[in-house]
C-alpha cells in the first residue's frame, strides 16, 4: 500500500507517545493505562464525551461484571464501574450484573479519569486518514473545526469500533455472517420520563412484583406489542429496561437491519428509524403498561447508533467459539471474558420468534458459574502493521466469539492493556507492539488490579 500524499491544507502537530483513535470505553482505558505508564497520550474523539455506547449511546446498563461468584472485569473497568456505580443511590454497592447507568454521571467518571493522568482529549475531532510507509503508521490524519491535521506518535491504538485505523493502514478484516456477509441488527437506545415506578416494578393486574418487560418474562406488554399493526417498527419482543433515576427508565430496544457503520448512509437511515421505533415504543406502552407508561415522554434518543457489529481484525491470533467451550486460557492472556454468546437474529428469525414459533439457535451458549475464558494479547495485532493494537469489538476473532467478547466490560480491559502496552513498545521498541514483554505486561496488569 503506497503512502497517503499529505495537501497542503494539511498542518502536522505536535507528536504523542501513544495517539488513540476513539473515545468509547476501549479507548479511554487505553489512553489512561498508557498516560498512567508515562506516555504522553493523545485520545481522539468524534463526539463530545468519553464513554461511546455508555454515554452517548445511552445503553441502560452494563453487561454483567461478575461470573456469579467474583468480579471478572477489574483493574480500570472496575475503577469505572464503581465510580459510575457509586452516582446512583438506588443502586448497591454490591450489585454487580445489569447495573444501571446514569450517562451523565458516567461522562464525567471518564472525563475525571482522562484528566487525572493527563491525556489531551480532543473532542469533536474525526480519525479520517492514515500514512503509512506499508508496515508502520507514520500519521494519524483528522479532521475537526481547525480543518486537516497529522498527528505522530511511535505507536498507534485502534478504539474505533470498526478498526478503521487499522484496515486504512492495510490490516486485513472479517465482518459479518461468512456465508451472507449479514451484521447483527443495531439499536438506539432511548429514555423515557415521568414513569410511575410502584407501577413499573409491579405487576399491574394483581400488584405481585413483576418480571419485568424483558421477553424472559413471557407475560410481558412486548409480546402484545410486537403483534399490533399499529406499531409496524417493532418487529419484535427485543426490549430491555432499566431505572436510570427518579421516573426516568433507559430503553435498549427494537433492532434496526440493514445497518453497516462503514457506511454513513446506512447509518444516517437507521438512525432516522430509530427515533420513530422510540415513538411507537412510548405510545405502544402508554397503551399497553398505562399504569406505570400512560403519562411518560420520551425524554431522549441516543446520538450514536448502538452497533453490535462491525468489522474484525484478521490479528496474530484468532478466538474462536471453540476457545470458548474449552474455557481456553492463554500464556499471553492479557483479560478473562464470561459474557454469554449473544447473537441477535436476523429480521425473519427474530419475528418467527415474536410470533412464538422455534427459531434458530443464533448463540445464547453461557457459563456456569466461576467459568471464563482468556483474550490473549495477540487477538489485538493486526497482521500486517507494526506499530497498531486494536481494543472493543473489531479484535481478532471470530463471529460466534465476537458476540461475546463486543460488550463494555471487555473492551475496558482490552483497552488497559492496550494502553500499557503502547506506551511500553513507545519507550522502548521504537513502536513495535510484538516485541513488547508479555510477563512483564502481565505483571503491570496484575499490580493494577485485573483478573487474569
Not at 135 to 151: D, P
Not at 267 to 296: C, H, K
Not at 387 to 413: E, K, Y
Request: proline share 4%.
Amino acid at each position: 500500500m503506497s503512502a497517503i500524499v499529505i495537501s497542503k491544507s494539511l498542518s502536522l502537530c505536535e507528536d504523542f507517545d501513544v495517539v488513540v483513535a476513539g473515545g468509547g470505553p476501549a479507548g479511554c482505558a487505553a489512553a489512561v493505562a498508557a498516560a498512567r505508564e508515562g506516555a504522553k497520550t493523545l485520545l481522539l474523539e468524534a463526539t463530545g464525551a468519553l464513554g461511546g455506547m455508555g454515554t452517548g449511546g445511552l445503553v441502560p446498563a452494563w453487561c454483567p461484571f461478575s461470573d456469579k461468584e467474583k468480579l471478572v472485569y477489574r483493574g480500570l473497568a472496575a475503577t469505572v464501574f464503581h465510580q459510575a456505580k457509586a452516582a446512583s443511590p438506588h443502586i448497591s454497592p454490591e450489585d454487580t450484573d445489569w447495573v444501571p447507568i446514569d450517562p451523565e454521571a458516567l461522562k464525567r467518571v471518564y472525563d475525571s479519569l482522562a484528566q487525572k493522568y493527563g491525556v489531551t482529549v480532543l473532542f469533536n475531532t474525526s480519525l479520517c486518514g492514515v500514512q503509512t510507509d506499508n508496515i508502520h503508521v507514520t500519521a494519524a490524519l483528522t479532521a475537526s473545526k481547525e480543518g486537516l491535521k497529522a498527528y505522530r506518535a511511535p505507536v498507534y491504538v485502534d478504539c474505533s469500533g470498526d478498526a478503521d485505523l487499522a484496515v486504512w493502514a492495510g490490516a486485513e478484516f472479517a465482518a459479518g455472517d461468512e456465508k451472507s456477509g449479514e451484521l447483527m441488527p443495531g439499536s438506539l437506545c432511548f429514555s423515557l420520563a415521568n414513569v410511575d415506578m410502584y407501577a413499573y416494578l409491579y405487576d399491574r393486574k394483581n400488584g405481585q412484583k413483576t418480571g419485568g418487560l424483558h421477553p424472559l418474562n413471557k407475560n410481558s406488554s412486548v409480546y402484545d406489542m410486537a403483534k399490533d399493526e399499529k406499531y409496524p417498527l417493532i418487529q419484535d419482543t427485543h426490549l430491555c429496561s432499566n431505572i436510570i433515576g427518579p421516573g426516568m427508565v433507559g430503553f435498549n430496544a427494537g433492532h434496526i437491519w440493514n445497518v453497516d457503520n462503514s457506511k454513513p448512509q446506512t447509518v444516517s437511515e437507521a438512525m432516522m428509524e430509530g427515533r420513530r421505533m422510540a415513538e411507537e415504543f412510548r405510545a405502544a406502552l402508554a397503551e399497553y403498561f398505562p399504569a406505570a407508561f400512560g403519562n411518560a415522554f420520551l425524554a431522549a434518543t441516543a446520538p450514536l447508533m448502538g452497533i453490535r457489529e462491525g468489522r474484525r481484525i484478521v490479528g496474530d491470533a484468532r478466538l474462536t467459539i471453540d476457545d470458548y467451550i474449552a474455557r481456553r486460557s492463554f500464556e499471553d492472556g492479557i483479560s478473562r471474558n464470561c459474557y454469554y454468546i449473544d447473537l441477535h437474529r436476523s429480521r425473519a428469525e427474530s419475528q418467527e420468534r415474536a410470533a412464538g414459533k422455534p427459531a434458530a439457535n443464533n448463540g445464547g451458549m453461557r457459563y456456569g458459574k466461576g467459568e471464563s475464558h482468556g483474550i490473549p494479547y495477540r487477538c489485538l495485532i493486526p497482521k500486517g502493521v507494526d506499530n497498531v493494537l486494536v481494543a472493543g469489538r473489531s479484535v481478532s476473532c471470530d463471529r460466534q466469539l465476537q458476540a461475546s467478547v463486543r460488550v463494555m466490560p471487555n473492551c475496558l480491559c482490552m483497552g488497559e492493556a492496550a494502553g500499557i502496552a503502547a506506551a511500553t513498545a513507545a519507550a522502548l521498541h521504537g513502536g513495535r507492539v510484538r516485541e513488547v514483554d508479555i510477563v512483564r505486561l502481565r505483571e503491570r496488569l496484575t499490580e493494577e488490579g485485573a483478573y487474569l
